[in-house]
């Protein structure tokens, strides 16, 4: 596609629940980010991949949060047993991180919402 | 303290006037992101500093390495300027890379 997709743009489930988040990065680019943003806050970063590899999870703010990418494309965050404190906007990035100077290429994010 | 300062926390201007947006980082960075966000929340990078100076348009983007220091400049401002604009830094560690954001900028540009 032409941009960062995710999907769903909205998500409401019940306290407990997992869910599954979906990015799709541009065609191409190497380096993806997950990060939230919660409601009134800023920006937090979660977790980065570099092809497939994520060597730092350290990001992700329980062992709850786990994220996948597999063929250096499509990428997935999962959230196990949500709770209400994970409510937030779920923002994808990728960049082609072959050169220097590329900017980062953002989603429109997931707005989850844990009842 | 935060790893990524930035000021002022809030800005208003009128329609022409210059602005000025610093950002201060505490931690050995790869490289620096000028991130616009409007209301609505959609995202767009600006930016992406490794040394010096990059202009586009009425934005020009400085950073200091040493003093480890950025600005973000927007000359002859407007209304549809009117966004948050966050400073965000590549930290290197460990083999792998983390962004860490500031708490951005508020700009309010009345006409």
């Known amino acids: 596609g032409a941009g960062v997709s995710q999907s769903p743009s909205n998500k409401v489930t019940e306290k407990g629940k997992d869910v599954e988040l979906r990015c799709d990065p541009i065609?191409?680019?190497?380096?993806l980010y997950w990060y939230r943003q919660s409601l009134g806050q800023g920006l937090e970063f979660l977790i980065y991949?570099?092809?497939?590899?994520?060597?730092?999870k350290s990001g992700l703010p329980s062992d709850r949060f786990s994220a996948e990418r597999t063929g250096g494309s499509v990428s997935t965050l999962t959230i196990q047993r949500t709770q209400q404190e994970d409510s937030a906007v779920y923002l994808c990035?990728?960049?082609?991180?072959?050169?220097?100077?590329?900017?980062?290429?953002f989603g429109s994010g997931t707005q989850l919402s844990v009842l | 303290k935060n790893e990524v300062e930035q000021s002022p926390q809030n800005l208003t201007a009128q329609e022409g006037e210059f602005i000025t947006i610093n950002c201060s980082y505490s931690?050995?960075?790869?490289?620096l992101h000028w991130l616009q966000q409007h209301p609505g929340g959609g995202i767009v990078s600006l930016f992406m500093?490794?040394?010096g100076k990059k202009k586009h348009g009425r934005l020009i983007a400085t950073i200091n390495i040493q003093e480890k220091h950025s600005s973000l400049h927007i000359t002859a401002s407007h209304p549809r300027d009117s966004a948050v604009y966050i400073c965000?830094?590549?930290?290197?560690?460990?083999?792998?890379?983390?962004?860490?954001f500031g708490k951005g900028t508020k700009l309010t540009v009345n006409p």
């Open positions: 065609s191409g680019h190497t380096a």
């Open positions: 931690v050995g960075i790869s490289a």
């Open positions: 990035a990728s960049s082609p991180r072959d050169r220097r100077g590329e900017k980062l290429f």
């Open positions: 965000a830094v590549i930290r290197v560690q460990g083999g792998s890379e983390k962004l860490v």
């Open positions: 500093l490794s040394s």
């Open positions: 991949f570099q092809g497939n590899s994520a060597p730092d």
